[in-house]
C-alpha cells in the first residue's frame, strides 16, 4: 500500500536561515514522488517531483528536495527562507506501477511559518 | 488558459440538501479528480475519472457521486447532504498517464458547509 508521512505538523524557521520539510513514504514499486504548497484559501501548486535519474531536484520558488532510497525520504529544503513562503506544504506519492492509474497519496501537511 | 476552475467557490447546505460541484478544465486532461481536505488529514481521494464517461472510487467515495460526460468537465454530487461532509473540496486533473509521472494540476476548491 502507498503512504506517506510527514512527521511534523508545523516548522518555524527564521528569515534567512535553512528550512527543510520532511517527507517519508512507503510504496510497492518505484516512487513517483511530488511537493505542493498551499497559501491561505487557495488551492494547491505544484512545486517539483522526483521521478528518476538525479536525486537532487530543483523546483519552483528556490526549492530543492532530495530523494533517499535507502531511508525512504524525499525532504524539501530551501537554502534562505522568505516571510512570504509561509504556507502549508504537502508530499505526495505514486507507485510507478501502471495499475494506480495516477492516484496520489498525500501526508496531512506541513506548516511552515517563517518569522521576520 | 484558466487551468482548472471550480463553481461555486463557497456553499452552505443544510442536512438532507442535494447540490452539485462543477469542475472544469480547459487543458485537455483525460485524468480528472475529486478530493476533500479536511484539518490534520491532507487530502484524500473521492472519485477520479480516466476519460469522457468513465469514473472510478476512491478513497472515501460514500455519499458521493460523480459524472464525466464531457471530458472537460467534472462533477461531483451530494444527494443528501450530511454535516460529515463538512469540508473543502478539491478538483485537479493530468494528462494521460505517462513513465514519466503525470503532475495534477488543481483548482481553487470550494468550501462546502453542512449545517
Known amino acids: 500500500a502507498q503512504s506517506v508521512a510527514q512527521p511534523e505538523d508545523q516548522v518555524n524557521v527564521a528569515e534567512g536561515n535553512p528550512l527543510t520539510v520532511k517527507c517519508t513514504y512507503s510504496?510497492?514499486?518505484?516512487?513517483?514522488l511530488f511537493w505542493y504548497v498551499q497559501y491561505p484559501n487557495r488551492g494547491l501548486q505544484f512545486l517539483l517531483k522526483?521521478?528518476?535519474?538525479?536525486?537532487l531536484v530543483k523546483g519552483s520558488y528556490g526549492f530543492e528536495a532530495e530523494f533517499n532510497k535507502s531511508q525512504t525520504s524525499f525532504h524539501l529544503k530551501k537554502p534562505s527562507a522568505l516571510v512570504s513562503d509561509s504556507a502549508l506544504y504537502f508530499c505526495a506519492v505514486r507507485d510507478g506501477r501502471g495499475s494506480t492509474l495516477g492516484r496520489l497519496y498525500f501526508g496531512r501537511g506541513t506548516q511552515l511559518t517563517v518569522w521576520p | 488558459n484558466a487551468g482548472v476552475t471550480q463553481t461555486p467557490k463557497f456553499r452552505v447546505l443544510k442536512t438532507g440538501q442535494s447540490m452539485t460541484l462543477l469542475c472544469a478544465q480547459d487543458m485537455n486532461h483525460e485524468y480528472m479528480y475529486w478530493y476533500r481536505q479536511d484539518p490534520g488529514m491532507g487530502l484524500r481521494l473521492i472519485h477520479y475519472?480516466?476519460?469522457?464517461?468513465?469514473?472510478a472510487k476512491g478513497e472515501v467515495p460514500d455519499g458521493y457521486n460523480v459524472s464525466r460526460l464531457k471530458k472537460q468537465n467534472f462533477l461531483l454530487g451530494l444527494e443528501s447532504a450530511a454535516p460529515s461532509q463538512t469540508s473543502v473540496y478539491f478538483c485537479a486533473s493530468s494528462y494521460r498517464l505517462s513513465g514519466s509521472g503525470d503532475t495534477q494540476y488543481f483548482g481553487p476548491g470550494t468550501r462546502l458547509t453542512v449545517l
Open positions: 510504496v510497492s514499486g518505484n516512487p513517483y
Open positions: 522526483y521521478i528518476t535519474g538525479d536525486n
Open positions: 475519472s480516466v476519460g469522457e464517461g468513465t469514473t
